[in-house]
């Protein structure tokens, strides 16, 4: 009975006439379509990159044509939305110009003092729908004329103006919105030539009083 020794492996039996480095296990030598395999991957990921950068210009083309139509369509509402307001005040205009006599009758009757009874509460209620409708009444004693809303139906000089100024309406103007519908009728004063406003005097009776005090 033969027994074994310990403190030796056994090792692999090596054929007769093989070297004992052929008894060792030698690594797997890379086929060529391994080696080819990581160029391969290359060109795919190349392929992928210019695919997405297609995509992506693709939308940025999109993007833009997008935005540029919702730039259009903003643009389009705003002027539908100016001409509608234009076409609802042209057609206000009209009809309240039609009612301008209407209403310079009831100013004067107002001012001598004959608006009352049943017309006066006619009178008002058309005021009041003239007005929803946006009719707007202008034109003030001692405002500076301005011949944009001012028609001068009289012209004279006074002392006490320093610029051509209105001095009475002889019609009130109306406007709805930005358009005027009529001008208001004044009568204007312009400084007197050669005159030196009131003011202008006041001022220079006050500096001499005050220059009068002072001792020398």
Known sequence: MTEETPGFDEKPDVPSGADAD????????????????????????????????????????????????????????????????????????????ELLPVLDDIGRAREHGELVGGFKAVAESVET????????????EGEPFDPT????????YAPDVTETTC???????YRIGERTIRPARVAVAEPQPGATPA????????????????EV
């Open 22 to 97: 052929d008894a060792e296990p030698k690594a797997a030598t890379p086929s060529e379509e391994e080696a080819a395999a990581p160029a391969g991957d290359v060109q795919q990921t190349a392929a992928l990159t210019a695919q997405l950068d297609q995509v992506r210009t693709a939308l940025n083309e999109r993007t833009g044509d997008l935005q540029r139509l919702q730039a259009e369509y903003q643009n389009y509402r705003r002027r539908v939305e100016r001409d509608r307001v234009t076409v609802k005040e042209v057609a206000a205009a009209g009809l309240l110009s």
């Open 167 to 173: 001095v009475a309406i002889l019609q009130p103007g």
């Open 149 to 156: 809303i001012h028609e001068a139906l009289m012209h004279s």
């Open 129 to 140: 729908v003239v007005a929803k409708i946006g009719l707007q009444q202008f034109g003030k």
């Open 199 to 214: 003011a202008a005097n006041e001022e220079k009776a006050d500096d001499e009083e005050s220059g009068g005090t002072e």
